[in-house]
């Protein structure tokens, strides 16, 4: 992997990820951009004990534009965009509308690849692994922001989901606090292993394995089920046999397999529905531990990746229950989705 670090004409830091080492990234950016302005601010409730980011110069972000206005596409034919290069394989750079800036954390954006009209699961294996890459290294330097806590890779894909850009691409965020998921899981973590003296996320890898009724994908380093008490209609885990709190702690041999395991777990997740039906919307998220935490061993690296389409047609809202009380009522038995993805297996 090549990297190579440039800025924007607002000052925003832009960096290219190449698989070939003598590629040269020397475009400039030419908008007349004024430098970027943001108001994010973050501000704690005082009775969930939440943060929730207010970040009202995000009104006027760019909002599904035509492909031939895309800006996550390279500039090419005296279209200038977010990407001064006329081709790239995989970009990282800071987001034009983040939701949190400066003291409040850092946000930017990851374009997988320069094809408008790909998907994630549209990538080669090596594109993939790049992907991983950028993922790995952004992850590396945004721990040493001393604003930064936590790390959290993610894609949003589909309408459905919120998603504004149809480019293929997801976005990393640089929380300056513990997300109150992961304090969640850390607080079930801490209760399991001063009862058991054992480690809760070890405990629940070994019971999906013991079970099987769950597992939907296992290879040499990665292990993929849809959890017990699954919160979505289609819902899987994705577990590194070999527990890490990160990206950055994947072995070789993991990080060499991920692609072929991600790669198929997104390709079922187009077909569950069937074939004649739009792409699947879905959130793919990376939970990884926070910085500076003595505990953050225990943390076992793994991404949830979840659809809101129930059925063909139907969606699955957060409806009073969901929304008003944190308390998810699943339509699909997580047996009955396992048993789906493990048929719509590649053949």
């Not at 501000?43 to 969930?48: I, S």
């Not at 409806?319 to 053949?347: K, Q, Y």
């Amino acid at each position: 992997m090549k990297k190579t670090v440039t800025r924007l004409a607002d000052g925003r830091e832009l960096l290219y990820y190449d698989s070939r080492d003598d590629v040269v990234r020397d475009a400039v950016d030419r908008r007349p951009l004024d430098p970027t302005s943001t108001t994010s601010e973050i501000r704690h409730d005082p009775l969930l004990g939440d943060a929730v980011a207010v970040a009202s110069h995000r009104q006027g972000r760019t909002y599904h534009p035509p492909a031939d206005e895309c800006p996550l596409c390279p500039s090419r034919d005296g279209r200038l965009s977010e990407i001064p290069d006329s081709d790239y394989d995989v970009v990282v750079f800071e987001n034009r509308f983040p939701s949190l800036a400066g003291a409040s954390g850092r946000c930017e954006v990851v374009c997988f690849t320069s094809d408008h009209d790909a998907s994630f699961a549209a990538l080669t294996e090596r594109q993939a692994a790049l992907v991983l890459d950028a993922w790995t290294d952004r992850t590396a330097e945004l721990a040493e922001l001393p604003q930064v806590k936590q790390v959290f890779c993610f894609e949003n894909r589909g309408a459905e989901i919120g998603v504004t850009l149809g480019h293929p691409h997801g976005q990393i965020y640089g929380y300056p606090f513990v997300t109150p998921r992961t304090a969640l899981m850390q607080r079930s973590v801490a209760e399991h292993l001063a009862a058991t003296g054992r480690n809760l996320f070890d405990d629940t890898l070994e019971r999906e394995l013991a079970d099987s009724e769950r597992i939907v994908l296992q290879g040499a380093h990665w292990v993929a089920f849809v959890p017990y008490a699954a919160h979505w209609p289609y819902e899987i885990h994705l577990y590194p046999r070999r527990r890490v709190p990160d990206l950055r702690a994947l072995d070789e041999e993991a990080r060499t397999e991920f692609p072929q395991v991600y790669l198929e777990l997104l390709r079922r997740f187009d077909r569950i529905f069937g074939t004649d039906q739009p792409p699947t919307p879905y959130i793919a998220a990376w939970h990884q531990a926070p910085f500076g935490d003595a505990s953050r061993e225990d943390f076992a690296l793994h991404l949830e990746l979840f659809t809101v389409r129930r059925t063909p047609g139907k969606l699955k809202f957060l409806a009073g229950s969901e929304s008003g009380m944190s308390v998810f009522i699943n339509d699909v038995p997580p047996e009955a989705a396992a048993h789906r993805l493990r048929e719509v297996a590649s053949t």
